[in-house]
């Protein structure tokens, strides 16, 4: 068979696979710490390396908003080195707020930060599809994934405050915490490159990432009008 008759399913599924995820975003609306995870966390008085690895890779894994921005992020990206250099930027930022949110205990409202998160996907499936261009906004993408970072960065360290994680042995399991981080996006990247590398040699590739960054767009939306409804009735 060849690959002009293939059928649109085969050509367009992963498209198909990033506009599902969007709406299960939607769906799901916010990913947050579940109640075995509090009640795990709670129960630890000292170092926990190896718990909070495994919570750090989790929480990335499954959280939709960092898996959506990544997804825009490695979209177009067809080089392994500006791979690497973009998810750097990224990784750095959210790096640094994290380890400096809850070392410094700095926070804000969880609400205003996951809306600015949400927005981050916005941005990002907005300039894949030329968007920010037509309106005259320039930025280099580079920074613009750096100071995003830094925003999921802050809610991941919202989300750890939240924990009340005590004193004892915090930088150990923080650390930890952020590894695991590394860890699932990791998990992520690997399986969104190879799938967006198969993808990009289809003929419906064209067609169908603007349905996918299309479909970015809508998820970030519904999550942003989500956490700006909840930071309303709070």
């Keep these: 068979m060849t690959r002009a008759d293939k059928p649109a399913l085969y050509r367009y599924a992963p498209a198909l696979l990033i ?71 990224f990784t750095l930022g959210h790096s640094l707020t994290l380890m400096g949110g809850v070392l410094l205990q700095i926070g804000g409202n969880p609400y205003l930060i996951d809306a600015i998160i949400a927005l981050s996907v916005v941005y990002k499936a907005s300039e894949n599809l030329g968007a920010l261009g037509k309106l005259g906004w320039t930025f280099d993408p580079k920074w613009a994934v750096l100071v995003f970072g830094l925003f999921h960065g802050m809610g991941l360290a919202t989300k750890l405050q939240d924990l009340a ?23 992520v990247l690997t399986v969104v490159v190879f799938l967006l590398n198969l993808w990009r040699g289809s003929r419906g590739f064209e067609r169908g990432a603007r349905i996918a960054n299309w479909a970015l767009v809508a998820a970030g939306l519904a999550l942003t009008a989500y956490q700006l409804a909840g930071w309303t009735a709070s």
């Design 19 to 89: 506009a599902a995820l969007a709406v299960s975003a939607q769906a799901a609306f916010a990913h947050d710490v579940s109640e075995a995870d509090r009640n795990a966390v709670a129960g630890i008085d000292g170092p926990a390396f190896i718990p909070f690895l495994y919570l750090g890779a989790k929480h990335m894994v499954t959280g939709y908003d960092h898996v959506l921005f990544l997804i825009g992020v490695v979209f177009y990206l067809r080089r392994p080195r500006d791979v690497v250099l973009y998810v750097s930027m």
């Design 165 to 187: 994680i005590s004193d004892n042995g915090l930088l150990t399991n923080l650390i930890g915490f952020n590894l695991g981080v590394e860890v699932g996006q990791v998990l």
